[in-house]
């Protein structure tokens, strides 16, 4: 028997930015995007068919009087001012989690500016297109740690004000915030819990699928950070669980395997529903 994982797939923000974009297309054709609207790419393969370009940032600069998508991740207040320089229209798909969470940044650091006793820290992975929108709300001033190990960058004598990217580990964020507290020598620390629990929620959740089956197959795009780290996660729960980008990669010999066995399908936020069928046809 092979079953999907219901609780995997399209998280609300991508499902909102992939609408935005068909919506556009169907109406016009035509419609750049600014990175790679999922980190599948099956599905920006599918979109692009329907006529999605994307683009990045130095393309952005050549383009005038377009349509240009922003993803769910959000961008930096930069993006924007290029855009209203190009005479460019945003269609602004940002993940509404996101924009909250880089307005509470923005408003700490208006709050802070200019002064050298404080210091705003973001718990995420550097370079992500995520963490590169909240960067942006301080002027490229915050300080970025992926690891508990980093807290050892940190000044804590300055007043020091947390966030995290809404992606990343509840857990790990807890033992960050924890380390700080045991280490501060400041006058104020102030952390803010900014993860989304829709995307957090489903790393005990996907566990406890792994484990309800013989055989795991985790359907993830090779670009997604959210994709290893469920995967990991699988893995551990259950040693016989597989990485694949799409159907193709299932052997005949897995297939042979898994005769008699509960089998199991589940993916990323970044993973669309179709391909997990896709996945679920060819092992059936």
Known sequence: ??????????????????????????????????????????????????????????????LHGVKVLLRAHGEPPSTYEKARQNDICIIDASCPVVLGLQKRIRKQ??????????????????????????????????????????????????????????????EEFARIV???????????????????????????????FARQNDVVFFVGGKKSSNGKVLFQLCKQANPLSFFISGPEE????QIRACKGKAVGICGATSTPLWLMQKCKERLS
């Open 109 to 170: 650091y208006e709050a802070i500016r200019g002064r050298e006793d404080c210091q705003i820290v973001i718990f995420g992975k550097p370079g992500h297109a995520e963490v590169v929108g909240l960067e942006g709300q301080t002027d490229n001033t915050a300080i970025v740690i992926e690891h508990l190990q980093d807290v050892d960058r940190l000044d804590l004598s300055k007043n020091t004000y947390l966030f995290s990217q809404t992606t990343k580990d509840v």
């Open 1 to 62: 028997m092979v079953t999907i994982d219901k609780e995997s797939g399209f998280c609300f923000g991508v499902v909102t930015a992939i609408q935005k974009a068909e919506e556009e297309l169907h109406n016009s054709g035509s419609l750049y995007c600014l990175g790679d609207i999922v980190h599948n790419g099956q599905e920006v393969d599918r979109l692009a068919s329907m006529g999605l370009k994307t683009i990045d940032h130095q393309q952005l600069e050549q």
């Open 250 to 253: 299932i052997t005949d010999e």
């Open 178 to 208: 924890a380390e700080i507290e045991r280490r501060f020598k400041g006058q104020e620390f102030v952390w803010k819990d900014t993860i989304c629990r829709q995307v957090s929620g489903r790393s005990r959740h996907i566990q406890d």
